[in-house]
């Protein structure tokens, strides 16, 4: 049996829980993630726009997750937050998943400001959330792992999502350019790219007319579940991808091979 003593010994050697940020972390694929790594152990913490909803969600994970409230299309919110991360302990890995798709329409009805909010949200706010996260890395000499969610639809192209899939893209190429830039300072950064997954943002458009031709774009004929972008994340966050940077890991049931 061992003494109070070891036990104590064991309890100081045993490594520090990573610490994980995970963005739009209340639902759908971004609270699955939430949930995979509160499974190994790690702290996690989450954000999203609506309190309520995000401390639910982080409760059900367990007491090492949190919440913070956080608009990912205001850089002050996005600054407050990464301090108050950092005042608390800092982190391991960032995974940048909030992101919005509110309409399903023609390239010539999108307006300008309807652009403007996906583009926002999902591309200026994940590019300010990596470089404050970076540069404190950076300032710390400390290296560090980010992974943002992307889209399919980024790679490979679709009707009625031309301002999504065009700042997907963006945010793709995105990911190539500060894995080159952060790479020689032990920042990895790299990207998963689901294909059409259940979550609540698809009930709507899987119950819709489109569902038959869209199901029938994937060649292993059924649509992802958020179990599934989940684990590619695990694993770019992971020691076994530690020499991998700039990546875009699709998984999206063979989609894009069509």
């Not at 199901?215 to 179990?227: E, K, V, Y």
Request: proline fraction near 2%; charged fraction near 25%; glycine fraction near 12%.
């Amino acid at each position: 049996m061992a003494t109070r003593e070891e036990d104590s010994r064991d309890t100081a050697d045993a490594p520090a829980a990573r610490r994980v940020l995970v963005t739009g972390g209340s639902r759908g694929i971004g609270l699955a993630v939430a949930a995979a790594f509160g499974a190994q152990d790690a702290q996690v913490i989450a954000t999203a726009r609506g309190e309520e909803a995000l401390q639910k969600a982080m409760a059900g994970i367990g007491p090492e997750a949190s919440g913070i409230r956080c608009d990912n299309a205001d850089t002050e919110d996005i600054r407050r937050t990464v301090d108050i991360v950092w005042a608390q302990g800092g982190l391991d890995v960032l995974v940048n998943n909030a992101g919005i798709s509110p309409f399903y329409k023609r390239a010539e009805h999108v307006t300008p400001e309807e652009f403007d909010m996906v583009a926002t949200v999902n591309l200026r706010g994940t590019y300010f959330f990596s470089t404050e996260v970076a540069k404190r890395w950076l300032a710390e000499g400390r290296e560090g792992c980010i992974v943002n969610i992307t889209s399919a639809l980024g790679v490979a192209s679709d009707h009625r999502l031309s301002a999504y899939s065009a700042v997907k893209a963006g945010l793709n190429h995105l990911t190539k350019v500060l894995a080159l830039e952060w790479a020689d300072r032990r920042i990895r950064v790299n990207a998963v790219a689901p294909g059409w997954t259940e979550t609540d943002f698809t009930e709507g458009l899987f119950a819709s007319r489109h569902a038959e031709r869209l199901l029938g774009d994937i060649p292993m004929g059924r649509w992802g579940r958020t179990g599934d972008v989940a684990g590619a994340v695990l694993y770019l966050a992971g020691e076994t991808s530690g020499y991998v940077t700039g990546t875009v890991l699709l998984v999206d049931g063979g989609r894009v091979l069509r």
